[in-house]
């Protein structure tokens, strides 16, 4: 394993990459708004991408590297991903097929920024689909999946306080037992995402 610091718009992300001799393609995973790159559920999906092949970078944003809790704002975060992938893309340190993630808040911003990476697809672990608002109804982030033109996997628990998004015609929605944390049954994230993963390749 390899740590990379990039320089963002945003200030200095940090990227933890482990590779492989030849590998089939690249996994870019982001962490969630108060959590790390160590989560139960980016290394389950971590492990099941190496043992598929990819080379996985996993990204810390800056507001986490500089040691802030809350997250930046979607626009900064965008910005600072996007830098991010397209510094390792220009360093020949990830290769296509490019597929893009995170869990959570992190899923949210590699959809929102899927088109402008260049991504072949997206992984989505624990989309939190309503956010735990007073407004009734609270608004839905189901636009952003929408708006992801290709292959998305969501991988979700069945006690998910953000709620379950749809699949759809361009996205496979499995469902896991556990809640937000996706930790009850790891074994059947990292199936889910191993599964996924090499069907992209057929």
């Given at each position: 394993?390899?740590?990379?610091?990039?320089?963002?718009?945003?200030?200095?992300?940090?990227?933890?990459?482990r590779g492989g001799a030849?590998?089939?393609?690249?996994?870019?995973?982001?962490?969630?708004?108060?959590?790390?790159?160590?989560?139960?559920?980016?290394?389950?999906?971590?492990?099941?991408?190496?043992?598929?092949?990819?080379?996985?970078?996993?990204?810390?944003?800056?507001?986490?590297?500089?040691?802030?809790?809350?997250?930046?704002?979607?626009?900064?975060?965008?910005?600072?991903?996007?830098?991010?992938?397209?510094?390792?893309?220009?360093?020949?340190?990830?290769?296509?097929?490019?597929?893009?993630?995170?869990?959570?808040?992190?899923?949210?911003?590699?959809?929102?920024?899927?088109?402008?990476?260049?991504?072949?697809?997206?992984?989505?672990?624990?989309?939190?689909?309503?956010?735990?608002?007073?407004?009734?109804?609270?608004?839905?982030?189901?636009?952003?999946?929408?708006?992801?033109?290709?292959?998305?996997?969501?991988?979700?628990?069945?006690?998910?306080?953000?709620?379950?998004?749809?699949?759809?015609?361009?996205?496979?929605?499995?469902?896991?037992r556990g809640d937000h944390?996706?930790?009850?049954?790891?074994?059947?994230?990292?199936?889910?995402?191993?599964?996924?993963?090499?069907?992209?390749?057929?």
């Open positions: 394993m390899s740590v990379l610091e990039i320089e963002t718009p945003h200030g200095i992300a940090r990227t933890h990459l030849k590998p089939t393609g690249a996994l870019v995973l982001g962490h969630g708004a108060a959590g790390g790159v160590s989560a139960p559920d980016l290394v389950a999906a971590t492990d099941a991408a190496r043992g598929e092949g990819f080379a996985v970078a996993l990204v810390e944003q800056p507001y986490r590297v500089a040691g802030r809790r809350a997250p930046a704002p979607a626009h900064q975060l965008d910005a600072a991903w996007i830098a991010v992938v397209k510094q390792l893309l220009d360093d020949e340190a990830l290769h296509a097929p490019l597929v893009v993630g995170g869990r959570s808040l992190g899923a949210r911003v590699a959809c929102r920024t899927a088109a402008e990476t260049g991504a072949a697809a997206v992984l989505c672990l624990a989309f939190p689909l309503q956010p735990r608002r007073k407004a009734n109804p609270p608004p839905s982030r189901l636009p952003e999946l929408d708006a992801v033109a290709v292959p998305t996997l969501v991988v979700q628990g069945d006690r998910d306080q953000f709620g379950l998004p749809p699949p759809a015609a361009n996205r496979e929605v499995v469902v896991v944390g996706l930790r009850a049954d790891l074994e059947a994230v990292s199936s889910a995402v191993a599964s996924w993963l090499r069907g992209l390749r057929r």
